[in-house]
């Protein structure tokens, strides 16, 4: 078997090879290179394992990200929840991940992030603080409301009885759905993405990309953005506005998107990840979504320390609570040259 990088020329035998394995995911198709590159100007290093007649053996996209501020690393796949290494045995597997090590070797990465749905298994340090949080579907959305208990259907009920509405299309939902996505980002204290990523996976993934979005009259209260894969609908970025909190329009939204999820016949619905028991994971706790492990895998240079990038990182806490403050316009302005290096 040998290992090489791949072109655009190997799209579809990438897509043939995800269609037929189990622990691939949408976030390892070719076309997410482009994304990435042209949004973020990051290089992508896209790795196949071939067998002895070509055949795809095994896949591993990396992106090679490099900065002042937070450092230089590769990660598989950053900004998504999934992407890591996916073959079918383990030999490709340790192939995939050597020729990554010799990578990160030539380019003097601190670190390889590989966020994978199963372990590894080869001795890399791992985090597991973080979980996927999914519901399987029943075949119907009357169903499935049949199975809500009554406090939750009621809160579903309350922002239908105000009048407000929902909305399910593309680009046509964007500029609402980044209005919401970015005031909600800021009063996180996290810099948002630019509204031309959401813009290139929409146009890269027509198939397989919707957005959600929920109004009182014409004013946008909540949205959500949804992409498909198989047989299952993950909704990887929702928000709603704080100002609104009190008529619920987050439950409508994510009632609205489970519906349909049912429509189209999907069979599982990712809520995203969540940390265990934070608020986040109690909210999509009580649709009855049910928690699977994610096991994010370090390959770690010159015996550091495990990289954290993350909000709770006492270091970055002046930051966010400095960002909180900021005019949405600026955030907006400002965020998309942060959050670029922020896998």
Known sequence: MTVRIASQRDSYAIDEFIGRTEGASIYHEFRWCSVIEECFAHKCHYLLCEGGRGEIRGILPLVHMKSWMFGNFLVSMPFFNYGGVCAEDDGSRDLLVAEAVRIARQSSVSHIEFR?????????????????????LPSSHEDLWKSF???????????????MNVRVGREDELDSFYH????????????????HFFRNILVRFPESTWICSVYLDTVPMASGFLIAFKD??????????RRYNSKSPNMLLYWSCLEFACNRGFRF???????????????????????????????????????????????????????KKLPVSLANFLGPRIVRNIP
Not at 149 to 157: N, T, W, Y
Not at 232 to 241: C, M, N, V
Request: with cysteine; proline share 9%.
């Open 116 to 136: 994978q749905e199963e372990p590894l298994d080869n001795g890399f340090p791992v985090k597991t603080s973080k979980v996927s949080m999914r519901l399987t």
């Open 149 to 163: 208990p009554s406090k939750l259907r009621s809160q579903v009920r309350k922002p239908q009885k105000s009048g």
């Open 180 to 195: 919401v996505f970015s005031v909600c980002m800021r009063d996180l204290g996290t810099p948002v993405y630019p509204k």
């Open 232 to 241: 299952r609908l993950e909704i990887p970025w929702g928000a709603s506005l």
């Open 269 to 323: 619905f990712d809520f995203g990840r969540s940390t265990m028991g934070e608020s986040t994971y109690r909210f999509k706790e009580q649709w009855g979504a049910v928690s699977f492990p994610m096991y994010w895998h370090y390959w770690i240079a010159n015996n550091g320390t495990l990289p954290e990038i993350n909000p709770h990182n006492p270091r970055y806490r002046f930051a966010i609570e400095t960002w």
